[in-house]
């Protein structure tokens, strides 16, 4: 191409290639063995994917052959496909040098180019990629002549037309209730990496179809994001697929909170395949309101995981009571977030009653035994009320509030592990219970003449105004 016009418009260049191409057109007779690979390649797998090679180093290749007038040979035209976009410098970013590899694909006697350059656009699919219009555009003149599976593909499916093939495989696959892959699987294509690029951009159709279907079955809603987001091993297809999903499950309920029974199974697929917002600040991939939605539900999970988990650990009269005034500070809507710690029963418990992926924290014990080092069974429920910190133990231990309006120490909410230390707090003074009180340490007593629940209510008052009757938990 030496001395050449190498830049006569990559727009005229698709014109060109859009119209009565065939492959070998313009070249030589192809030999018997040509022919004989040519037919080899139409009934073979369809699918390539691109082998171990630096393809920064062919792209670099292919452009400097081009731009130099020479041919590009066979090998080159494969390893071509692979180099459109994703590669430095990418073919697709050059305008005549893309024009001048389409129209060698096309003319080329055998299919293996062509196979690689389909494949290419469905691995590394995304409907902003540069001249994505031109590329498919020519593919799509030459699948009839390419043959199965591209030619059904492309009338099945347009597999060659963006808005066509994202439209086609999302509605059939909602229709049948399979996931797109099982379509494209049926017509010979191959097996395809669950984040090839086409499907990611199938499976976020079905998820925006998902979100603005009714809800009048939510556990539908979530069997249907479940079947859109992950693929056959349950492993979520792609990390974009991510807001998509989650938006899907939670979009509907931010104007109403559905009973426990709707919440644990939504939370238990968050948990599962998103994390925990609690321990992922910044890193979630949930929008804010849908954080919010996540958070209140978790918290109220939480709740309840310490409730029950206490319950089945602690003797009643360490906990029956307490569980009576928290579920009656919830019920006011005044908790924030909860977080439980639990060390090993009470962690076993919470898997063995919430499932594997339930979220909470763990006592880090020292390798010495310590004096504060809690005992079996033992465990910690923090709350956040308003600029209020709560930390109450169970069994026999002591509700400890810090205000970090006016003091600093209280521990940070949503860590994975705590030392127990970090959750008692020093007092000064006379000790008794009034003066442990006034600093915010009320301790626990069984018996009909304990106050301990009113002297919490009263600092609550003291403190964020807050009003909570004792007819709430006393019953």
Not at 7 to 18: F, H, K, N, S, T
Not at 385 to 413: F, M, T
Request: proline share 7%; hydrophobic share 45%; net charge positive.
């Amino acid at each position: 191409m030496a001395g050449q016009d190498v830049r006569p418009g990559l727009r005229a260049a698709a014109r060109a290639l859009a119209g009565p191409w065939r492959f070998g057109e313009g070249r030589p007779q192809a030999t018997a063995a040509e022919a004989a690979g040519a037919r080899v390649d139409v009934v073979g797998p369809g699918l390539m994917r691109p082998s171990p090679k630096d393809y920064d180093a062919i792209a670099r290749h292919i452009v400097a052959t081009v731009k130099s007038g020479g041919e590009l040979s066979r090998a080159d035209l494969v390893d071509a496909a692979f180099c459109v976009w994703t590669t430095k410098p990418a073919i697709a970013e050059d305008q005549p040098v893309l024009a001048v590899y389409l129209r060698a694909v096309l003319r080329m006697a055998r299919l293996r180019p062509f196979r690689a350059l389909a494949s290419s656009y469905i691995l590394g699919f995304r409907r902003d990629r540069p001249e994505l219009a031109v590329i498919s555009r020519c593919l799509a003149t030459a699948a009839a002549t390419a043959g199965p599976p591209w030619s059904m593909l492309d009338n099945v499916y347009g597999l060659f037309d963006p808005a066509a093939a994202i439209r086609r495989l999302s509605e059939r696959a909602w229709a049948r209730g399979v996931r797109p892959a099982r379509l494209l699987a049926e017509l010979r294509l191959g097996r395809l990496p669950r984040d090839a690029g086409l499907m990611v951009a199938v499976h976020a159709a079905g998820l925006e179809r998902c979100r603005a279907a009714d809800n009048r079955d939510p556990l539908d809603r979530l069997e249907k994001v479940a079947l859109w987001a992950l693929d056959d091993q349950a492993k979520l297809v792609s990390p974009v697929l991510a807001p998509l999903a989650i938006d899907a499950l939670l979009a509907p309920f931010r104007r109403e909170t559905p009973d426990r029974a709707i919440r644990d199974p939504f939370c238990q697929f968050i948990l599962t395949h998103f994390g925990d917002p609690r321990l992922m600040p910044g890193s979630w991939p949930g929008s804010a309101l849908n954080d919010a939605i996540a958070r209140r539900w978790l918290s109220e999970q939480s709740l309840r995981m310490f409730f029950e988990v206490v319950a089945r650990l602690a003797q009643p009269d360490h906990w029956g009571e307490r569980r009576a005034f928290w579920e009656a500070v919830y019920r006011a809507s005044l908790v924030d977030e909860a977080w439980p710690v639990f060390e090993t029963q009470g962690a076993d418990m919470a898997r063995q009653i919430f499932g594997a992926y339930a979220s909470f924290a763990r006592f880090q014990t020292g390798s010495v035994p310590d004096a504060a080092d809690p005992g079996p069974g033992q465990a910690v429920l923090m709350l956040q009320i308003g600029s209020l910190r709560v930390v109450d133990w169970s069994h026999g231990g002591a509700c400890v509030i810090w205000d970090s309006d006016a003091e600093e120490g209280a521990p940070a909410l949503a860590r994975a592990t705590y030392e127990a230390a970090t959750f008692r707090k020093p007092v000064r003074g006379l000790d008794t219970i009034e003066s442990h009180a006034a600093q915010g340490v009320f301790w626990h007593s069984a018996g009909a003449d304990t106050q301990w629940q009113d002297r919490i209510a009263t600092y609550l008052f003291d403190k964020r105004g807050i009003r909570l009757s004792s007819l709430a938990y006393r019953g």
